[in-house]
C-alpha cells in the first residue's frame, strides 16, 4: 500500500480528476510502491499487460527498435506520468520496452482493481477511461508534431539540389 504521501499525490494527478475522493481513495489502496534502479527493465514489449504505473519520483523511458535494427528513445516519462495505460483501452501486450533512466519509483495500479471499479462504480470507472483517453490523446498530438518535424527535415534533404 502507498504511503500517505504518495498516496495524496496520486490523488491530485489528472488521471484521476474528476473522481469522488472516496473513489479515488479506493484506487490508491489498490496501488503497491515499487522501486527500480537505474536500467532497470519495467516494461518489455509483448509481454501480457497486468498493470499501469504512475512515476512518483525519477524517470522512465520508452524505447521501440526501428526497423534499421537500433533501438530509439521515443519518450521521457517524468514524476506524474503515468505508464501503461494503454493496455486497459486496447487490452494488448506492451508496445515498448520501459526502462528506469534513473532510480524511479512508481505506484502500481494492476488491472484487476480496475476491473474492480468497473463493477463497483461504473461511473467512476467511466471517468477514469476517458482520462486515460485524454492522455492518450495528449501524448498523440505530441508525437504527431514530432513526426510532422522528422519528415519536413526528411523532405527538404530530400528535396535538396545537388551540388
Known amino acids: 500500500m502507498l504511503q ?3 498516496a495524496a499525490y496520486v490523488k491530485g494527478l489528472s ?3 474528476g473522481l469522488e475522493p472516496s473513489v479515488a481513495e ?3 489502496q489498490h496501488c ?3 522501486h527500480y534502479p537505474v ?3 519495467v516494461f518489455r514489449e509483448g509481454e501480457p499487460a497486468k498493470e499501469m504505473l504512475v512515476v512518483l519520483s525519477g524517470s522512465l523511458g520508452v524505447f521501440k527498435q526501428a526497423r534499421c535494427g537500433n533501438e530509439v528513445q521515443i519518450a521521457t516519462l517524468g514524476q506524474g506520468a503515468v505508464v501503461g495505460e494503454m493496455s486497459l483501452v486496447d487490452i494488448q501486450p506492451r508496445s515498448a520496452d520501459v526502462r528506469a533512466l534513473e532510480p524511479t519509483s512508481a505506484a502500481v495500479l494492476p488491472h ?3 476491473g474492480t471499479l468497473h463493477r463497483e462504480h461504473p461511473e467512476a470507472y467511466t ?3 476517458l482520462n486515460i ?3 492518450i490523446s495528449i501524448r498523440l498530438r505530441h508525437l504527431d508534431t514530432m513526426l510532422a518535424n522528422v519528415l519536413g527535415e526528411l523532405s527538404n534533404v530530400v528535396d535538396a539540389p545537388l551540388r
Open 4 to 6: 500517505q504521501d504518495d
Open 15 to 17: 488521471v484521476l480528476a
Open 26 to 28: 479506493l484506487i490508491c
Open 32 to 34: 503497491d510502491p515499487v
Open 39 to 41: 536500467h532497470q527493465a
Open 112 to 114: 484487476a482493481a480496475i
Open 127 to 129: 471517468l477514469l477511461v
Open 133 to 135: 483517453a485524454r492522455e
